[in-house]
């Protein structure tokens, strides 16, 4: 090409600007510098502008590195000699040069990168209009794989933060956008890049990054997964920034933008992230206060897990979620003590109740069960109006919970349920019934917990609620069991826990006496029941001082068959004769009356001569003979047994023992015939 073709450049100065020696470059620079000068002192803005497009589109654009080159440093130089005035050519400056950031060529990306750096120096925050291309440039230069370019790449965005420090007028608005979509990046460089412009614009008072804050939040803490430690500590530096100046100035948050970023990354398999998250939401928790309530289920879907962490290294998380859990009660008791119209500030109980009784699922661990359980049985007592019913219909799934291993969760459940039974509950006296009902369902498909833990579930419902109206309800309900052996199971389990629970003393003590029309119904309520255990019967009749009837009842045994389980039962009876429950009726042998002696002396002529046997043997031979004793005759004198049917009670008994018996052979029946079909199989 002949000079006129680059004019006003001088050929020699064309063919230093493309030389491979950077001196070279530098002295056609040079000369270029000056010749700014001039022109910028006569005002010939045309030529500098033919120049700025020779150098940004010829050189700085050409396909040739050398011409590129080239091209960075005349740039470059023209903003040098332009110094000040350079304000209106800033594009024409900058816009080549970021072209050149993303070729292949690492020497072309390093001089491109040198070249804006004093095309920023000349400027300063005349580059600002051109911010954005700038920023993004450098998020990839920063990464770059040639350490020359990260290095020019640092001192350029160290320019850049230096003019948006001394700036007046930068418009962070422009930058939000920017650093939200970046802040995604994988690569470990732009990470440091990202969290330095982040930490930087915090520290700025003239900028208030805080209202930004829910646009940099989630990225921020996905960085915290970052698996190297420095950037993990950055990171961690530039969020502790934000939650002291959350701390110091609440009225500026806007809480609700950020709690579901927290909530979820409080559930993070990361330690570290986990810890931070909740932290952050106790803190949320305590700030905002009421505002927070409505994000209550999803808080407690992070935390609540967390209250089962056993290890030492998760113990810091494990305690503050138990914080969370605490404050968020408060506000709980708070609201149901001044209830609010503002819905930014109501709890949305059915959504926390699935969460709650979905955590109480056999899926959980322990701690997290009894967290939730008393949740349930706050939720209750506080604001029973608008929680009772939707606990009441999620009844199944906590009667289910009684199967668990843990006697607190048992415990914690029972004082929920017990809670919605009670007369102050609303719907209470309705849901008494459905609740029992539902227990004998749980206990007739599971037998197991029947067993195994039936008395401990019966004996603490009956400390929690009116131990009466269990006995007479489980009775009532017992009465058309078709399952005679299950009706057996119960009725074995209430004999055990009458006769023995310390709780239930009063109860014993009532039915003793039997000197009210409720005494007296509750018996027979209990004998109708009973008589699945033909033992349990005669201890009841036994307990409530009904001798006469006992001895009738005893006689009638000599039709019943004699098993190993009705021979068990007459053992643990005279156990029972012996313990302290019984003592009144053993001082009552001191004047003989007639139908209890009469009664002890079946029960011994049914005994083999086990030592049960010559225990009970024992007692009677301690009975005064007649003539020592002042025995008058056996009168019952009770008004209200006197009203008891008892005839009609002794043919309940036998149609009920009728029923069992049948139910026997049959069950006889089927087993030869499982056991011929067995062996026809074979």
Same mark, same amino acid.
């Given at each position: 090409?002949?000079?006129?073709?680059?004019? $006003?450049?001088?050929?020699?100065? /064309?063919?230093?600007?493309?030389?491979?020696?950077?001196?070279?470059?530098?002295?056609?620079? /040079?000369?270029?510098?000056?010749?700014?000068?001039?022109?910028?002192?006569?005002?010939?803005?045309?030529?500098i502008?033919?120049?700025?497009?020779?150098?940004?589109?010829? &050189?700085?654009?050409s396909?040739?590195?050398?011409?590129?080159?080239?091209?960075?440093?005349?740039?470059?130089?023209?903003?040098?000699?332009?110094?000040?005035?350079?304000?209106?050519?800033?594009?024409? %400056?900058?816009?080549?040069?970021?072209?050149?950031?993303?070729?292949?060529?690492?020497?072309?990306?390093?001089?491109?990168?040198?070249?804006?750096?004093?095309?920023?120096?000349?400027?300063?925050?005349?580059?600002?209009?051109?911010?954005?291309?700038?920023?993004?440039?450098?998020?990839? %230069?920063?990464?770059?794989?040639?350490?020359?370019?990260?290095?020019?790449?640092?001192?350029?965005?160290?320019?850049?933060?230096?003019?948006?420090?001394?700036?007046?007028?930068f !418009?962070?608005?422009?930058?939000?956008? #920017?650093?939200?979509?970046?802040?995604?990046?994988?690569s470990?460089?732009s990470?440091?890049?990202?969290?330095s412009?982040?930490?930087? %614009?915090?520290?700025?008072p003239?900028l208030?990054?805080?209202?930004?804050? +829910?646009?940099?939040?989630?990225?921020?803490?996905?960085?915290?997964? !970052? $698996?190297a430690?420095?950037?993990?500590?950055?990171?961690?530096?530039?969020?502790?920034q934000?939650?002291?100046?959350?701390?110091?100035?609440?009225?500026?948050?806007?809480?609700?933008?950020?709690?579901?970023?927290?909530?979820?990354?409080?559930?993070?398999?990361?330690?570290?992230?986990?810890?931070?998250?909740?932290?952050?939401?106790?803190?949320?928790?305590?700030?905002?206060?009421?505002g927070?309530?409505?994000y209550?289920?999803?808080?407690?879907?992070?935390?609540?897990?967390?209250?089962?962490?056993?290890n030492?290294?998760?113990?810091?998380?494990?305690?503050?979620?138990?914080?969370?859990?605490?404050?968020?009660?408060?506000?709980?008791?708070q609201?149901?003590?001044?209830?609010?119209? !503002?819905?930014?500030?109501?709890?949305?109980?059915?959504?926390?109740?699935?969460?709650?009784?979905?955590?109480?699922?056999?899926?959980?661990?322990? +701690?997290?069960?009894?967290?939730?359980?008393?949740?349930?049985?706050?939720?209750?007592?506080?604001? $029973?109006?608008?929680?009772?019913?939707?606990?009441?219909?999620?009844?199944?799934?906590?009667?289910?919970?009684?199967?668990?291993?843990?006697d607190?969760?048992?415990c914690?459940?029972?004082a929920?349920l017990?809670?919605?039974?009670?007369?102050?509950?609303?719907?209470g006296?309705?849901?008494? +019934?459905? &609740?029992?009902?539902?227990?004998?369902?749980?206990?007739?498909?599971?037998?197991?917990?029947?067993?195994?833990r039936?008395?401990?579930?019966?004996?603490?419902?009956?400390?929690?609620?009116?131990?009466?109206?269990?006995?007479?309800?489980?009775?009532?309900?017992?009465?058309?069991?078709?399952?005679?052996? &299950?009706?057996?199971?119960?009725?074995?389990?209430?004999?055990?826990?009458?006769?023995?629970?310390?709780?239930?003393?009063?109860?014993?003590?009532?039915?003793? %006496?039997?000197k009210?029309?409720?005494?007296?119904?509750?018996?027979?309520?209990?004998?109708?029941?009973?008589?699945?255990? +033909?033992?349990?019967?005669?201890?009841?009749?036994?307990?409530?001082?009904?001798?006469?009837?006992?001895?009738?009842?005893?006689?009638?045994?000599?039709? #019943?068959?004699?098993?190993?389980?009705?021979l068990?039962?007459?053992?643990?009876?005279?156990?029972?004769?012996?313990?302290?429950?019984?003592?009144?009726?053993?001082l009552?042998l001191?004047?003989?009356?007639?139908?209890?002696?009469?009664?002890?002396?079946?029960?011994?002529?049914?005994?083999?001569?086990?030592?049960?046997?010559?225990?009970?043997?024992?007692?009677?031979?301690?009975? $005064?003979?007649i003539?020592?004793?002042?025995?008058?005759?056996?009168?019952?004198?009770?008004?209200?047994v006197?009203?008891?049917?008892?005839?009609?009670?002794?043919?309940? &008994?036998?149609?009920?023992?009728?029923?069992?018996?049948?139910?026997?052979?049959?069950?006889?029946?089927?087993n030869i015939?499982?056991?011929?079909?067995?062996? !026809?199989?074979?």
């Open positions: 090409m002949n000079d006129k073709d680059y004019s $006003p450049l001088s050929a020699a100065c /064309v063919r230093a600007l493309q030389d491979k020696l950077y001196e070279k470059r530098k002295a056609a620079a /040079v000369e270029i510098e000056k010749m700014v000068r001039d022109f910028n002192v006569s005002n010939n803005s045309t030529q502008k033919k120049l700025l497009k020779i150098l940004g589109q010829d &050189f700085a654009l396909q040739n590195p050398h011409f590129r080159k080239g091209g960075h440093i005349g740039l470059a130089a023209v903003a040098i000699g332009l110094g000040p005035d350079c304000a209106q050519y800033v594009p024409e %400056l900058i816009e080549p040069l970021l072209a050149s950031f993303t070729v292949n060529d690492s020497r072309v990306r390093y001089y491109a990168c040198e070249a804006l750096h004093n095309v920023a120096k000349v400027a300063r925050h005349e580059i600002l209009p051109s911010f954005p291309q700038i920023f993004n440039a450098l998020c990839g %230069l920063v990464a770059d794989p040639d350490l020359n370019v990260r290095n020019a790449a640092e001192l350029l965005d160290r320019i850049l933060k230096d003019i948006v420090t001394e700036s007046q007028t !418009d962070l608005t422009i930058l939000i956008p #920017l650093l939200g979509e970046r802040i995604y990046t994988k470990n460089f990470r440091e890049y990202i969290l412009w982040v930490s930087l %614009l915090h520290q700025l003239k208030d990054l805080i209202i930004y804050l +829910p646009e940099l939040l989630d990225g921020l803490f996905k960085i915290l997964e !970052d $698996p430690p420095e950037i993990q500590q950055r990171c961690d530096n530039v969020l502790a934000f939650l002291r100046t959350i701390k110091k100035n609440p009225s500026q948050v806007d809480f609700q933008k950020m709690i579901n970023v927290l909530i979820v990354h409080a559930q993070s398999a990361y330690q570290s992230l986990q810890l931070t998250a909740i932290t952050w939401v106790k803190e949320f928790v305590q700030l905002s206060g009421p927070m309530l409505p209550t289920s999803s808080i407690l879907t992070a935390v609540l897990p967390c209250h089962s962490y056993e030492e290294e998760r113990k810091n998380i494990r305690e503050t979620a138990k914080a969370v859990s605490f404050s968020l009660l408060r506000l709980v008791s609201q149901a003590e001044n209830p609010t119209d !503002d819905l930014s500030c109501q709890l949305d109980t059915d959504s926390v109740i699935e969460v709650l009784v979905r955590s109480v699922g056999l899926g959980s661990a322990t +701690p997290s069960k009894v967290a939730s359980l008393t949740w349930l049985l706050h939720l209750n007592r506080k604001m $029973p109006d608008q929680v009772s019913k939707k606990l009441q219909e999620s009844s199944n799934a906590l009667v289910g919970a009684l199967s668990d291993p843990s607190e969760v048992v914690h459940t029972l929920v017990s809670s919605l039974s009670d007369n102050t509950s609303p719907g006296p309705e849901f008494f +019934p459905q &609740f029992l009902g539902a227990l004998l369902q749980h206990f007739h498909s599971e037998r197991n917990v029947l067993e195994e039936g008395p401990f579930i019966l004996q603490q419902l009956c400390v929690l609620l009116n131990a009466e109206s269990i006995y007479r309800s489980l009775s009532q309900i017992l009465k058309g069991e078709e399952d005679l052996q &299950f009706a057996r199971k119960m009725v074995d389990c209430l004999h055990e826990i009458l006769l023995t629970s310390s709780d239930l003393a009063h109860l014993r003590k009532d039915l003793q %006496l039997l009210t029309a409720e005494s007296a119904s509750l018996f027979v309520c209990l004998y109708k029941t009973w008589c699945h255990n +033909p033992v349990a019967t005669v201890s009841l009749c036994l307990l409530t001082q009904c001798y006469a009837h006992a001895s009738t009842l005893i006689k009638s045994f000599g039709d #019943l068959e004699v098993t190993v389980e009705f068990v039962e007459l053992d643990k009876l005279i156990q029972l004769i012996e313990s302290p429950i019984f003592s009144n009726m053993r009552q001191l004047e003989s009356p007639q139908p209890l002696v009469q009664s002890l002396y079946g029960i011994l002529m049914l005994m083999p001569q086990t030592d049960a046997f010559h225990t009970l043997r024992r007692r009677l031979n301690c009975i $005064p003979k003539g020592e004793s002042k025995s008058s005759p056996w009168k019952e004198t009770r008004s209200e006197n009203k008891i049917n008892f005839a009609e009670l002794l043919s309940h &008994f036998q149609d009920v023992q009728q029923r069992h018996s049948v139910q026997r052979q049959k069950g006889k029946k089927n015939l499982s056991a011929g079909q067995s062996v !026809d199989i074979e």
